[in-house]
C-alpha cells in the first residue's frame, strides 16, 4: 500500500522518468529506511521507559544526570542515547573458541526477523508497507526465525551457559507459539480473514465492536495471547533464557558491543511487533473507541501508536512486578493450561459464530 | 524487474541448496537449508499461493528446521563445536542425481502446462478454506486423523516405561 503510493507520487512529480525501475527501488527501500529510523527512535524511547518505569515501580529515582537542562538535566532523558553510544564504542569481542560465521550470522538473523515482520504491521488507516492477504499469519511465521537465531547464537557462543539459554529459549517460543497460535485462529474465525488491514476493518463503529469484546470467550484468548507473546519475546516472567541468576545472560553471554545492542534492539522491537499484533487482533487497531470521535487517517496513527506503547507499557510493568518462573512450571503452564484453554474457546467461538450466522 | 528479483531468488535457493549438499559441516549445511527453504517461499509467492508462502514459513522453517537443528545439537557431543559430515558414494549419487534431473527436465518440457486464463487470484486462502471444507474434506480430515495417529505414537514411544 505505502510501496504503491510512494510509487505513484513519484511517478506524477516527475512524469518524464516515470515507470522506470529506478522509482520502483526507491519506493521499495524508502519504507525501510524510514521503518530503521523508526525503530531506532521507538528503541531510546522504549529503553527510557524501561529504565524509569522500573525505578519508579522499585521507589528509586532511575537516571538523573543526563540529558539538557540546569544539573545536568531533571529526568536523564539522554541516559539510552549515553548507553547506545557506550555500546557501539566498546570493543567487538569474538571468543576465539566460538563457532565465527554463526557467532556473526546470529543478531542480524533475528534483527531481520524482527525487521521484516514490521512490513505488516498497520500504523494507521493509510500507512502499511505491505497489506498482504495472509499479514497476521506472515508475521507468526516471520516470528520463528527469533528461535534459530537464539539457539545460534546459543550454540556458536561455545559456551555452556549460552547454549542451555539458547535450548530454552527454542523450547520455550516453540511450546508458546501453539497458544499465541489458537489464540489467532479464534480471531481470524471472527473477522474471517487473515490481511491486518481487513482485521481491523470488521471492528469498526467503537468500542464495543472489538474482537476483545465480541464474545464471552475472547478476554481469555486475549489474556492467553498475551501471555505468549511475552514468553514468546522471552520477558519476565519467562526470561529464563537469560535468567542471569542461573545462567549469567543466556545466550548473550558472550556477545558485546554492538552485537549485544542489536540483541536488545530486536528483543524492543519484537515486543512492538507482538503489541501491535495483539492491538490489532483484539483492540481495533487504529480505529478510534468512540465512533466518529477523532476519526481520521491521521489521528489513526494516534490511536495505533498509543494502543500499542500501552501493551508495551503492560509488559514493562509485568516485567518488573513479577518473579521469574521455573522451567517445569513455565511447560505446565504452557501444555497443561493454556493449550487445552486455548483450544476449548477455539470451539466455543466457532459455535457462537455459527449461532449468530 | 520483477524478472530480476526472480532469478536473484533462484540464485540464492540453488546456492544454498548446494552449501547444504556439498558442506562438510552439518550445521551450516542445516542454516543453508533455512536460506533454502526462504528461497522456495519466495517462489511460491512468485506463483501467487501467498498461503502457502506463509504455511513454508511457519511450518518448514519455524518447526521442520528447528527440529532438524535441535536433532544435529542433542545427537552429537554437543560441547564440541566441529561436526563434520562426509560425503561417500559421490560417483553413484551423481549419475542417480543425474538420471533424476533429466527425467524431471523432460516432464518439464513434455507437459501441456495449464494457463491460467484469468487474472491473479485476489485471496488464496478464502478459496483453500473452502475447498478444504467441501470438495476436499475427506482428504483432510484423513490426513489429521493420520497426524493425530503419529502424534499419539510418538508420546507412546518417547514415554519411559515405568
Known sequence: MTVDYIFDSLNQ???ELAGSSLFLIISMLLPIALLLGFITIYGFGVIYSEIKVSSFIQDKTGPMGQGPGLHAGKWGLLQPVA????????EDIIPASADRPLFILAPFLIFIGALTSFIAVPFGEKIIITDMNIGIFYIVGMGSLAVIALILAGWSSNNKWALYGGMRSAAQIISYEIPAGISLVAVIMIASSLS???IIAYQSGGITNWIIFDNPFMPIVFIIFFISTLAETNRTPFDLPESESELVAGFVTEYSGTRYAIFFLSEYANMFVVSAVSATAFFGGWQSPVDGFLDSPAWSVFWMISKTFFLVFVMIWIRWTVPRLRVDQLMHMCWKVFIPIGLFNVFGVAIWTILRG | MSELLFWFISAFTIISALIVVLNNQLLYSAIALLFTLFGVAGLYIYLWADFIAGVQLLVYIGGINVLI???IMLTNRISSVRLSQTNIQQGVGGVFALWV??????IISKTEWYQMTSA?????????????MTKYLLPFEAASVLLLGALIGAAILSREAN
Request: no cysteine; hydrophobic share 50%.
Open chain 1, 196 to 198: 491486518m488491514q481487513e
Open chain 2, 120 to 132: 491473479e487470484p485476489s485471496s488464496t486462502v478464502r478459496e483453500i478454506g473452502t475447498l478444504l
Open chain 2, 69 to 71: 537443528i535441535f536433532g
Open chain 1, 13 to 15: 512529480l516527475l512524469p
Open chain 1, 83 to 90: 548507553d547506545g553510544l557506550k555500546l557501539f564504542i566498546k
Open chain 2, 101 to 106: 534431473f533429466i527425467f524431471i527436465g523432460l
